[in-house]
T-cell receptor, first 113, second 114 residues
Framework: AQSVTQLGSHVSVSEGALVLLRCNYSSSVPPYLFWYVQYPNQGLQLLLKYTSAATLVKGINGFEAEFKKSETSFHLTKPSAHMSDAAEYFCAVSGGGSEKLVFGKGTKLTVNP | EPEVTQTPSHQVTQMGQEVILRCVPISNHLYFYWYRQILGQKVEFLVSFYNNEISEKSEIFDDQFSVERPDGSNFTLKIRSTKLEDSAMYFC????????????FGPGTRLLVL
């Protein structure tokens, strides 16, 4: 079975600081990995996804994530946080012929001025 | 940009009542999904639907739940006899394919069962 663990349910950073949101996955098959963002009162929006083409994946809004098989990790980073980045971020895994996404619990990012 | 829409945005119902949650997927998508998120918990997969039939479902998706694509545009989730524990945010999603293909999510319907 596949699973995702997101360390830290809440992360707080200052505007302009590095954003690092952690995601570790468990999968018995080569995974597809996704980061979604949810702004208040909106649906889940795809930030980026890993499809095995490249280990460093660039997404929208300046976010990127690196797939590290040896660490079973897919951490999300952004060099400089903006106030508009405040949202909840979800890591998800799929693969192995299953159609479903398996989500982590989410990390709520707060950006302080 | 095309988007998935869901109605209603909020629904309050009494325990034991039937509810129907509605979704309009993106028009050229072929796979449709329902997920739910109980407050404070993970987003959980309920069911996927392809070619007018359920293609995968979770243990949560028991006989109280059903899905339907009644016409060419709508995709519905019916809960026959709601329970208190069905209170959650329900998300509809759609995609052109599976695996690496992106699932596009709607804004959700918040269901409260009293």
């Amino acid at each position: 079975a596949q699973s995702v663990t997101q360390l830290g349910s809440h992360v707080s950073v200052s505007e302009g600081a590095l954003v690092l949101l952690r995601c570790n996955y468990s999968s018995s098959v080569p995974p597809y990995l996704f980061w979604y963002v949810q702004y208040p009162n909106q649906g889940l929006q795809l930030l980026l996804k890993y499809t095995s083409a490249a280990t460093l994946v660039k997404g929208i809004n300046g976010f990127e994530a690196e797939f590290k098989k040896s660490e079973t990790s897919f951490h999300l980073t952004k060099p400089s946080a903006h106030m508009s980045d405040a949202a909840e971020y979800f890591c998800a895994v799929s693969g192995g012929g299953s159609e479903k996404l398996v989500f982590g619990k989410g990390t709520k990012l707060t950006v302080n001025p | 940009e095309p988007e998935v829409t869901q109605t209603p945005s909020h629904q309050v119902t009494q325990m034991g009542q039937e509810v129907i949650l509605r979704c309009v997927p993106i028009s050229n998508h072929l796979y449709f999904y329902w997920y739910r998120q109980i407050l404070g918990q993970k987003v959980e997969f309920l069911v996927s639907f392809y070619n007018n039939e359920i293609s995968e479902k979770s243990e949560i998706f028991d006989d109280q739940f059903s899905v339907e694509r009644p016409d060419g545009s709508n995709f519905t989730l019916k809960i026959r006899s709601t329970k208190l524990e069905d209170s959650a945010m329900y998300f509809c999603a759609s995609s052109v394919g599976t695996g690496v293909e992106t699932q596009y999510f709607g804004p959700g319907t918040r269901l409260l069962v009293l």
